[in-house]
């Protein structure tokens, strides 16, 4: 517009003027008509180097993109940074926490194996305490299953057992000298023949074996077939006996009575010879006569000295018969039955016996009388009630002078004993039943019972050789074992190293244990 100004200093000075002034609008640069702003300036460079100005702004575009973009990435690789190392954090403070614990655990858990080895040490203790007092009651199955309790299991290295339990341990093991091998049913009843060379032992049910007693082998199994055998449990079945001449072995089998002759291996059976079970035989002295006496509460006697045996005598006692003994002159014949009572007969005459008053005695048996046995050398005869006691009867076979007393242990139980006997010189009384046990009784009172213990369960007969020095045991834990007797009441060995001794210690008053500083051997117990 300055072509058109009134002023005449305003407009343009001549018509070049004009000319170049539009000359360089249409070249795009800066005219004189207007002034010369920065933005007017910036418009016509632009329009003069439109091409630059684009490519310059597509670079600072790609620039700004860029930057943008690497900005982006800087700031989430950093959040990520960040997320990681919190992650990281929180990964270590939850180990250190895990640490912790596992140590707290680890520190709970000693504390607890402290304890429970604390508990099995005071426990182990505890059952040795009560594994002495078991062997001290004569108790060897439960002293035996205590120690075995203390024997760790594959792997176990916390191994409490000491010479305590070493010692009970020796102690708690049998002392038979052989056991011959096992029954297919509890053994009641054992029988050496005469010479000692054979034993004889039966089942319940009537079945027989055979061993050589000095090489401990089975000889043979006697087996009667054509008489059922018995599967009836009954503990006062011991119908088992010996010939004394050694060439019979008299067994009940139910009802029957079968003679077996150990050499030809023939027998003889009387069918029915009691009309209930036969519970005891025994050969009178010389072998002439056989007595039985069954469930029928009859006692009878036979004559042995034909091939089969004949009935001369039969006496009802109006209880069960549960044994016999015959004296050792064979002229006095002892029933002991389900009473307090124990019948007796005078065969002085076996043709006419004679029934003599019954032995009964104020406190005496309170129960039934479930085994009896005569002396070999006197008239002494011993009875054993089901209330535990033995009673011995000091001149059986007179029916107006005896005095009967009371067999008593110093310690422990005898239980109920089934079974009783002597040796053959009549000096030491045998007695067998609950307690597993077989107790040796001397006679004359100068030395203390003892126990021979091995069986497991009940011990139902036992027997001694002709010569006293072996006994025979059978049970119901189907073994039959023998034991060395000869010795029985050999002096006890003194409590003495030979040297000087430095220390001595008790345990639960009874077992003594002394060391000496110069054997190289541990303590000796006593």
């Not at 684009?54 to 690789?77: K, P, S």
């Not at 054979?198 to 043979?220: C, M, P």
Request: hydrophobic share 40%; net charge neutral.
């Amino acid at each position: 517009m300055k072509c058109l100004e009134k002023d005449r200093t305003r407009r343009y000075e001549t018509a070049n003027g004009l000319a170049a002034d539009l000359k360089r609008h249409l070249s795009n640069e800066p005219v004189v008509a207007r002034p010369p702003s920065t933005s007017y300036r910036f418009q016509k460079a632009f329009r003069r180097n439109k091409l630059l100005f684009v490519a310059a702004t597509a670079v600072v575009a790609a620039l700004v993109i860029g930057l943008g973009a690497a900005t982006v990435m800087f700031f989430r690789e950093r959040v990520a940074l960040k997320g990681e190392q919190r992650q990281r954090l929180t990964a270590v403070s939850a180990q250190r926490a895990a640490q912790k614990e596992q140590q707290r655990a680890d520190a709970q858990a000693g504390k607890a194996s402290d304890s429970e080895l604390q508990a099995r040490r005071s426990l182990y203790a505890a059952e040795m305490n009560l594994a002495g007092e078991t062997l001290y009651e004569d108790d060897l199955n439960r002293a035996r299953e205590l120690l075995a309790k203390q024997i760790p299991a594959p792997g176990d290295t916390n191994d409490l057992r000491g010479f305590e339990w070493r010692y009970l341990w020796q102690q708690a093991q049998s002392a038979e000298l052989a056991t011959l091998g096992e029954h297919d049913a509890g053994v009641h009843g054992v029988r050496f023949s005469p010479d000692g060379t054979l034993l004889a032992s039966s089942e319940i049910n009537g079945t027989v074996k055979l061993w050589d007693s000095r090489t401990r082998k089975l000889i043979d199994t006697l087996r009667d077939p054509t008489l059922p055998l018995s599967d009836d449990y009954d503990v006062e079945t011991k119908g088992l006996a010996f010939s004394p001449d050694g060439t019979r072995i008299a067994v009940g089998v139910g009802r029957a009575i079968v003679l077996w002759d150990v050499v030809s291996r023939q027998r003889v059976v009387v069918t029915n010879a009691h009309s209930q079970t036969v519970n005891f035989l025994a050969f009178a002295p010389g072998g002439k006569f056989l007595a039985s006496g069954a469930d029928d509460s009859v006692v009878k006697l036979w004559d042995a000295s034909s091939a089969e045996p004949r009935e001369m005598t039969a006496w009802p006692v109006g209880f069960r018969v549960l044994c016999l003994a015959f004296s050792y002159d064979g002229k006095t014949l002892a029933a002991s039955t389900g009473s307090p009572t124990i019948n007796r007969w005078d065969l002085s005459n076996p043709e006419a016996p004679v029934e003599m008053p019954p032995l009964i005695a104020k406190d005496g048996h309170s129960g039934w009388v479930l085994a009896i046995a005569f002396s070999p050398r006197t008239n002494v005869l011993v009875s054993a009630g089901s209330g535990g006691e033995i009673i011995a009867w000091d001149s059986a076979t007179d029916p107006k002078v005896f005095s009967p007393r009371k067999l008593t242990l110093p310690h422990g139980s005898i239980g109920m004993v089934y079974v009783l006997g002597f040796t053959p010189d009549g000096q030491t009384m045998l007695s067998a039943g609950s307690d597993n046990n077989i107790t040796l009784w001397d006679i004359s009172g100068r030395e203390q019972p003892f126990k021979l213990k091995g069986h497991v369960w009940s011990v139902f007969s036992i027997d001694v050789t002709s010569d006293g020095r072996m006994l025979a045991s059978g049970g119901d834990d189907r073994t039959v074992k023998l034991w060395d007797i000869s010795s029985r009441w050999r002096a006890k060995p003194k409590m003495s190293h030979g040297e000087w001794m430095w220390g001595v210690a008790g345990f639960e008053h009874r077992y003594c244990s002394s060391s000496n500083p110069f054997r190289k051997t541990g303590p000796d117990f006593f």
